[in-house]
C-alpha cells in the first residue's frame, strides 16, 4: 500500500457510517474514484468544512489497486466555492456542470484537458458578479471537446438554421433526417459563436426559454449517444430559476 498525492475537485459527497463521509473525486493523474474520509462528520473532525462538493483540494491517500474506496489520509483546501452558495442559481449551475463532468468520465479514467477545464471554470466562476444561463451550454461544448467527440461544423455565419447528425457529431445546414436534431436560428448563431469563433459574443444571444432548454437537451443527446452511461441531466428547476 503506497501514499499518493494529487489536487482533487470534489464532485460527490455522501454520508458513510456515524462520522465519515465518501466523498468522489476528479483529479488529473488518477481520474475519478471514491474516498473514504474517516470523521469528516464530527464538527471538529480535520476535515470538517472542507470536503465540500465543488472544492479543489491537494490529497493524500492510502492506495490498493484492488479497493473500489481508498482511504484519505490528508486534506488541504487549495479553492473554495462555497461564495457561491449565497446566490442559488449560480449554486444550481455549479452543480448542473459537476453532474455532467461526473457522466463524462468513468472509473480512473484520466482526461487531463477536462480536468484543467472544471479548474478553470471553477476559477472563473467565483469571481463573477453575475453569471448567464448561457455558459452551461457553452460548457458543454467545451466538454464535447475534452472528450474526443468535438462537434464538425459545416456552417456560416449567416446560417439561419441547422441539424446536428448525432451519429457523425456533424453540424450543417443540410438535413439528413435520421438521427439528427435540429437547431433553430438563434440556437444556431450561438453554436457558430461558441465553434467557430471562439468569443463571448455567445453570451449577448438572445435565447428564448425554450431554445436555452432544446439546445441543452439536444446536447445532452449527443453525449448520451457517444458516452457509456451517460444519461441526459435534469435541468428543468434550473432553467425555471434563470427564465421566466
Not at 490529497?59 to 474506496?69: E, H, L, Q
Not at 457529431?169 to 435520421?178: D, N
Request: proline share 2%; aromatic share 10%.
Amino acid at each position: 500500500m503506497g501514499l499518493e498525492k494529487a489536487t482533487a475537485v470534489v464532485l460527490r459527497t455522501i454520508d458513510y457510517q456515524e462520522s465519515s463521509k465518501i466523498i468522489t473525486v476528479f483529479t488529473e493523474s488518477y481520474g475519478k474514484f471514491a474516498l473514504i474520509a474517516r470523521g469528516a462528520k464530527k464538527p471538529k473532525g480535520q476535515h470538517s468544512g472542507i470536503l465540500e462538493v465543488g472544492n479543489t483540494l491537494d490529497i493524500s491517500f492510502a492506495y490498493k489497486p484492488n479497493r473500489t474506496v481508498q482511504d484519505l489520509r490528508t486534506v488541504d483546501l487549495v479553492h473554495s466555492v462555497s461564495k457561491l452558495r449565497r446566490d442559488l442559481r449560480t449554486w444550481l449551475l455549479l452543480f448542473q456542470v459537476l453532474e455532467r463532468i461526473t457522466a463524462l468520465v468513468h472509473e480512473h479514467e484520466i482526461n487531463k484537458d477536462l480536468f484543467q477545464l472544471l479548474s478553470q471554470f471553477l476559477g472563473w466562476l467565483t469571481k463573477q458578479e453575475q453569471v448567464l444561463i448561457h455558459v452551461l451550454p457553452y460548457i458543454q461544448i467545451r466538454c464535447m471537446s475534452c472528450s474526443g467527440i468535438e462537434l464538425q461544423l459545416e456552417l456560416t455565419k449567416m446560417a439561419k438554421q441547422s441539424y446536428l447528425h448525432i451519429p457523425s457529431g456533424l453540424l450543417s445546414e443540410i438535413s439528413t433526417q435520421t438521427g439528427e436534431k435540429k437547431f433553430s436560428e438563434r440556437q444556431t448563431k450561438f453554436l457558430v459563436a461558441v465553434l467557430l469563433y471562439k468569443t463571448k459574443e455567445f453570451l449577448t444571444i438572445d435565447l428564448s426559454k425554450n431554445e436555452l432548454i432544446g439546445l441543452v437537451q439536444n446536447l445532452d443527446a449527443y453525449f448520451h449517444y457517444h458516452i457509456e452511461g451517460y444519461n441526459p441531466q435534469r435541468s428543468q428547476q434550473f432553467f425555471d430559476l434563470f427564465v421566466s
